[in-house]
């Protein structure tokens, strides 16, 4: 299997411009995760999906950030306008989803490493 | 959402058994306690991840006490390619995961 798989990985950017970030999730796994990672912030989650439906989307900072997930193997994260706070690194993880009893494990993409200037 | 508590740092030599302990006194019945593993420039890796008692995989065991307010999370001689920040979570079914600010683990030879 190939893992999560992020495009790109890396990406440098004027603030303003409109940045669309990657992710498609293992085969088979039914819940898309969309983290931020700062030194400051540490890792938080912006959003999460199960099934292509938005499940909670509590963490995304603000209006400027949108997500979707059309179909099971293709998910979106998109920023518009950015700006240089918005430097991190952002990670996509997926996972097989609830099984009996709750429990859960995710598998991280490689993320992709945003620089707003 | 059960808040986490665990050391910012430790520091270990090679070959040494290394144990994290985190506490979360206000875990719920339906949470399971996960640990995560992240390297530099890496997304967090799935280590290990029990409901009580004690489990253990190729890679670690760990450790949950009956009343489940702490566990700890043990990796036996360890080496140079073990440090890294190690996250301690607690959740279950589609609850958020937090990730707190985890565990610093450096190996020095």
């Known amino acids: 299997d190939a893992g999560v798989i992020q495009s790109p990985r890396h990406e440098v950017t004027e603030m303003g411009q409109e940045v669309t970030l990657r992710c498609k999730p293992i085969s088979g796994h039914n819940s898309l995760f969309w983290y931020r990672q700062t030194m400051m912030r540490g890792l938080e989650l912006l959003i999460y999906f199960n099934n292509n439906v938005p499940i909670d989307d509590s963490g995304m900072p603000e209006d400027r950030f949108s997500a979707k997930m059309p179909n099971a193997s293709f998910s979106t994260l998109k920023i518009q306008p950015s700006e240089p706070r918005d430097s991190a690194v952002y990670f996509c993880a997926s996972s097989p989803g609830a099984v009996a009893g709750g429990s859960y494990e995710q598998y991280f993409g490689p993320g992709t490493r945003l620089t707003v200037t | 959402l059960a808040k986490t508590t665990q050391p910012i740092s430790m520091d270990s030599y090679e070959g040494q058994e290394v144990n994290i302990t985190c506490s979360h006194n206000n875990i719920a019945t339906n949470d399971y306690i996960t640990w995560y593993q992240q390297f530099p420039s890496q997304g967090p890796r799935f280590i290990i991840q029990?409901?009580?008692t004690k489990v253990t995989n190729e890679v670690a065991s760990l450790f949950i006490p009956a009343d489940r307010k702490s566990s700890t999370l043990s990796l036996p001689r360890v080496s140079l390619s073990d440090t890294a920040v190690y996250y301690c979570l607690v959740g279950g079914g589609f609850q958020k995961l937090v990730f707190g600010t985890g565990t610093r683990l450096l190996v020095s030879p």
């Open positions: 029990g409901y009580k």
